[in-house]
């Protein structure tokens, strides 16, 4: 393990490494910042899990129609994210209902979390890592 004087010698010789490092840091940080600003809480499968369970959510899949019939969570509505805009509000009567969105990897459902948002819903909770989050989860799909 190299001494202090070692790493304080290395830091003198290279600053640019430093700086780059730093704004590496600074960038990841406000980037995990604003992410969870605008997409609200993130939930884990295990989580999603117990929300399933507890408080019944509205699912919410927004991948493609053709991915959708190859699997899904059991009971949830394929919402498409391009027609979220369109058809977002006809969700749930409630819009205290929670709604647990999923795409395949996250993203998009992030984005349709925000839309969602926006058309009135209080409770969305993006899946982290999307449905492949959840079947890496060893949980459970269906094709029916």
């Known amino acids: 393990m190299p001494s ?16 780059m490092l730093g704004a590496a ?5 406000i980037n995990e910042a604003v992410g969870s600003l605008t997409a609200g809480t993130l939930m884990t499968p295990l989580q999603a899990v117990r929300l399933i369970n507890d408080r019944e959510p509205v699912l919410v899949d927004v ?27 006809d969700l749930a009567k409630d819009k205290t209902r929670p709604l647990l969105v999923y795409c395949a990897l996250g993203g998009s459902a ?5 839309t ?15 449905i492949n989050g959840w079947l890496n ?3 459970p799909i269906t094709a029916k």
Do not use: M, T
């Open 4 to 19: 202090v004087p070692q790493l304080l010698e290395f830091f003198q010789h290279h600053p640019y490494l430093f700086a």
């Open 25 to 29: 840091i600074v960038i990841f940080i």
């Open 63 to 89: 991948r493609p129609a053709a991915d959708f019939k190859k699997g899904h969570l059991l009971n949830a509505v394929n919402l498409p994210l391009a027609k979220i805009g369109e058809r977002g509000g």
């Open 110 to 114: 992030i984005e349709a979390a925000k």
């Open 116 to 130: 969602l948002r926006k058309a009135g819903y209080s409770e969305v909770y993006p899946l982290r890592g999307g």
């Open 137 to 139: 989860a060893s949980l």
